[in-house]
């Protein structure tokens, strides 16, 4: 499925990359710090993850929006993982580097195999609700540290709870520290030609400094050493190994999903187009680079893909000078890095999501009645479940009312327009004609198994309900196909008005599925079978005659 156009090999950088990558390299600093805490892993680890991921990625992929980076949901199952291997720090790092490698392959292998329709699962609705229960729950997590406090829970209520049972320990000048950085941050949003994170991070360090926030309380980063540590590693054992592939699983999946919903929810809102199957392979070549480099998994997450849209990101050069002012901030500035406060980049964080709580998409939902509930059971599913367990919840009940509505479609009567040939719907148009002891019906669902029986029972307790009508057309419309369920369900419900003495005639009726009649041996049904609703209606002028 492609829902993306190929965009050019090499785009043309403009002034509003340079700025919008100077500004996503500013978030993606605190990201990847917080992101390798949660992992158990150093900080470099998710830093040149970041920086391989995001370069690699601009070979192969095509989103102007997408930042590839270690992401919050995949550093969460990464620990989950790690955790069940009896391994040190240098095993974890090799064990997590091995990891990342077999999810890189493993999204190769889906590209190859052109697996990416597998997004098509995931309706828009969906994506929506997804993305509002990933930034809500990206913002929750961030709050520990803007109180000062190591709090952790297994879910996003369980935290919240916390943190406003210790409500008499937070730490108010880290709070305060990140109520400033906020105003700071959404007073910038003015000038959007100016890197209001980097301004940021620039201040911050310049006021950690002259108010000594390290002497009252408030964490800072602290040193960062960036070199992989390929010497003294320790190898995980060969049974732990064959533990790996099947740990890697769940991060393919979690990383395929919440990049796909931020890859296409940013492509949709602007009419870009995108190629999953390309974007599978991007991935597998950028999580292969990170492993190279010793790096965590990494995936398009939502808020650096939400700050380069809202930065005005043009074209795939955002991430890449994004990725280069990452190396620059570390490699020439680590000094000053180690005095950043951690509550200052949890409010970049924070600052860069609150855009993606926007209720218009739902209020849109609400207004023409359509999957309001499917966007927000999504939201809701990644609230109370977490982020991979909620995407399988909303994919599910995406399934679920799709169906549902195939299960039990709509039955349409059909009358005549004017003395047109055009047959439509009588409930949409009072002024339609249905010819006399006629009755037409249109099935606004193909038939196939799980709905032809309930679909032809109704039209049968229709027609008894009006006995006198004893001419009928069902209209075959939507049926491109038929399986032999829905075969041996029209071949009854024929017998079934000849019992009642309705003569049934059959409209729409494409050749695939006469030539389904004819090889099950179905003249009757074919004798019956006209390509127009008015055929059928006029063949029945043609029999009295």
């Keep these: ?68 980076a270690p992401t919050s949901s ?33 999204f190769g292998v889906m590209a190859l195999a052109r697996l990416g329709g597998l997004a098509s699962f995931i309706s828009r609705p969906v994506l929506r609700g997804f993305a509002l229960g990933l930034a809500i729950t990206i913002i929750i ?72 926030l390290r002497g009252h309380g408030v964490a800072s980063v602290g040193m960062i050493d960036l070199m992989p540590q390929w010497d003294h590693i320790q190898w995980p054992s060969s049974r732990e190994l064959l533990l790996l592939p099947q740990l890697a699983l769940p991060i393919v999946l979690i990383l395929f999903a919440e990049s796909w919903g931020t890859m296409r929810t940013l492509a949709l809102r602007h009419g870009d187009l995108i190629n999953p199957n390309r974007e ?107 982020v991979l367990d909620g995407m399988l919840f909303a994919i599910a009940l995406s399934l679920a009312v799709l169906i549902r509505r195939l299960a039990a479609p709509h039955l349409s009567e059909l009358g005549r327009l004017g003395t047109s040939r055009d047959y439509v719907d009588i409930a949409y148009h009072p002024d339609a004609v249905l010819p006399a002891d006629m009755a037409i019906y249109r099935p606004a669902e193909p038939l196939f198994f799980a709905n032809a029986e309930r679909v032809l029972g109704r039209i049968a307790a229709m027609q008894a309900a009006q006995p006198d009508r004893e001419r009928m057309v069902l209209s075959l419309e939507q049926s491109f196909d038929l399986d032999s369920t829905a075969l041996d369900a029209l071949a009854e419900f024929s017998q079934l008005m000849q019992q009642r003495h309705v003569v049934l005639k059959l409209a729409r009726v494409r050749d695939h599925i006469r030539a389904l009649m004819r090889q099950a041996e179905m003249p009757d049904l074919l004798a019956r079978s006209s390509y127009s609703v008015d055929d059928a209606v006029q063949s029945f002028a043609l029999r009295q005659e």
Excluded at 3 to 24: H, R, T
Excluded at 191 to 203: D, I, T
Excluded at 331 to 354: K, N, Q, R, S
Excluded at 360 to 386: H, N, S
């Design 1 to 68: 499925m492609i829902v993306a156009i190929e965009a050019d090999i090499a785009p043309v950088m403009k002034s509003w990359d340079f700025m919008a990558g100077l500004s996503v390299a500013g978030l993606m600093l605190p990201e990847a710090i917080g992101y390798a805490g949660i992992a158990g892993l150093p900080a470099q680890h998710a830093i040149l993850a970041a920086c391989a991921g995001a370069c690699a990625y601009t070979i192969l992929g095509r989103s102007r929006f997408a930042i590839v």
């Design 74 to 106: 995949s550093a969460a199952i990464l620990a989950a993982t790690l955790a069940t291997l009896p391994l040190g720090a240098t095993g974890r790092a090799m064990a997590a580097a091995l990891v990342v490698a077999l999810v890189g392959i493993i």
């Design 141 to 212: 997590k961030q709050l520990p540290v803007v109180i000062g406090l190591p709090l952790h829970a297994g879910n996003i209520g369980e935290l919240l709870a916390a943190i406003f049972v210790s409500f008499r320990q937070w730490h108010w000048m880290s709070v305060l520290t990140a109520l400033i950085a906020l105003a700071f941050l959404f007073g910038l949003r003015r000038f959007p030609s100016m890197p209001g994170v980097l301004l940021v991070l620039a201040g911050s360090i310049v006021g950690s400094s002259i108010f000594d």
């Design 280 to 386: 599978l392979g991007a991935l597998g070549l950028s999580n292969l680079a990170s492993a190279f480099v010793m790096g965590m998994p990494v995936g398009a997450g939502f808020s650096a893909g939400s700050a380069a849209e809202a930065a005005g990101a043009s074209s795939r050069w955002t991430g890449l000078i994004a990725a280069a002012g990452l190396g620059a901030l570390i490699l020439v500035a680590m000094p000053l890095v180690a005095g950043l406060p951690e509550p200052v980049l949890a409010a970049i964080v924070i600052a860069a999501l609150v855009h993606a709580l926007d209720p218009a998409p739902f209020e849109r939902l609400w207004k023409v009645r359509r999957d309001l509930g499917v966007a927000v059971g999504a939201a809701a599913g990644v609230l109370i479940l977490g």
